[in-house]
């Protein structure tokens, strides 16, 4: 119980905050943005052409415009860095030989 009340303290601040608290995360969500509606957007496949291949990092690549599809991307977003968060957390700590 104490764990779940940890984790809660430590995502508020992001499920609280109109833009999380991350220095590039604005520049994220404007990718996110266009991988979702570059094909619909006569502005944006004028400047900007999604060619896919495989770089490291591309989680959010991959996940963030599926979520967005069936919630605001705002939440997709903040949904994605919630469960990186969840993800690292839950890794079990490495022990001292």
Request: glycine share 4%; charged share 15%.
């Amino acid at each position: 119980m104490a764990y779940a009340a940890l984790l809660v303290v430590a995502l508020a601040p992001m499920w609280l905050a109109t833009i999380p608290p991350l220095g590039d995360y604005p520049n994220h969500l404007a990718r996110m943005h266009i991988l979702v509606n570059a094909q619909d957007s006569e502005l944006l496949s004028r400047f900007y052409q999604v060619h896919w291949a495989v770089i490291p990092n591309l989680a959010m690549d991959l996940l963030v415009p599926p979520l967005a599809h069936v919630m605001p991307l705002a939440v997709a977003g903040k949904v994605f860095i919630a469960g990186q968060r969840l993800r690292r957390k839950s890794r079990a700590p490495a022990r001292a030989a």
